[in-house]
């Protein structure tokens, strides 16, 4: 088996969780997943397996967009409701869900946000979140995110419900940090549920319990051929040969044109199976492409 599958990840469990049961389900070894989400997080996690794992970097990389409650009125040491109280403090009785909004809406575009000490980042060769739990908490360079939108979707004191679009690498539990220090009375992330990562939503995907046996992986598994949302060209079969070997080919002599002339493609045969993804060189006598990964076999 060899392709992407869509999971509804359960409250309560990690990421690995997740990825440890679909082995088992699958009986597969090699399984990955994209994008790690907090256990107390529910929502879409795309698992990538077999050859397909060799593709998770691309699907890392998406925007993603989230739903949650953010509840005013208290600042965590994780930034969220698993993390040590820091302070808590009264939610003004005149804030309203406009008011919220407002400081929200401060925060879209392009930002630099501090990542959260309890987060996987490294820094010195260590990640975050071990460094806090051995009790240490050193200084984070802040790092650029975009926030395509960040809406209030209801407030019922003192909880705001929240909606995220935001580009790979950005914390929602982090914006609602910041959100509550910029209101005065501090904020933490309650409740969050990933809704899409690229073009994939949660609507979707399956819940775990879905899988319990290889048939019901393989019954909802999307090719590789299918599942990258990426420029493609068409090769043949003394091109594909070429490629499979990793030699760069020319535009020029695809039978179709080439969609672009700069950035990743992937390059496909003539019957639309997937042998490579490539980067697109602009030359003087037209782009050329040289793969980055190669896929073979089954």
Request: aromatic residues 4%; proline residues 6%.
């Amino acid at each position: 088996m060899n392709g992407i599958l869509l999971v509804d990840k359960p409250q309560g469990m990690t990421s690995h969780d997740v990825v440890d049961a679909l082995r088992k389900a699958s009986r597969i070894r090699r399984i990955g997943h994209t994008g790690t989400l907090d256990p107390r997080a529910t929502g879409l996690l795309i698992l990538c397996i077999g050859q397909a794992t060799r593709l998770s970097q691309f699907f890392s990389d998406l925007d993603k967009a989230y739903e949650g409650v953010m509840r005013l009125g208290v600042e965590t040491s994780s930034h969220d409701l698993d993390g040590e109280v820091r302070a808590e403090n009264p939610v003004p009785e005149t804030l309203t869900r406009e008011a919220i909004g407002a400081v929200c809406g401060e925060f879209v575009g392009d930002i630099k946000q501090i990542p959260p000490m309890v987060s996987a980042i490294k820094i010195g060769g260590r990640r975050l979140y071990k460094i806090a739990r051995d009790g240490g908490e050193i200084e984070r360079p802040a790092r650029p995110v975009t926030i395509h939108c960040f809406d209030v979707t209801c407030w019922n004191p003192p909880d705001a419900g929240i909606r995220v679009a935001c580009s790979s690498g950005a914390y929602v539990r982090t914006l609602c940090h910041d959100v509550g220090r910029q209101i005065g009375c501090g904020a933490a992330l309650a409740q969050l549920r990933r809704m899409r990562v690229g073009r994939y939503s949660v609507e979707n995907a399956a819940p775990l319990d879905a899988f319990a046996v290889p048939e019901d992986v393989s019954a909802r598994l999307i090719p590789m051929d299918d599942a990258l949302d990426m420029p493609e060209a068409r090769v043949d079969a003394a091109r594909a040969a070429i490629v499979r070997s990793g030699g760069a080919v020319s535009t020029n002599a695809l039978p179709a044109p080439c969609p672009v002339t700069t950035g990743l493609v992937q390059i496909k045969d003539s019957a639309g199976k997937l042998i490579a993804i490539a980067q697109a060189q602009p030359t003087a006598m037209g782009a050329r492409l040289q793969p980055k990964r190669v896929f073979g076999g089954k």
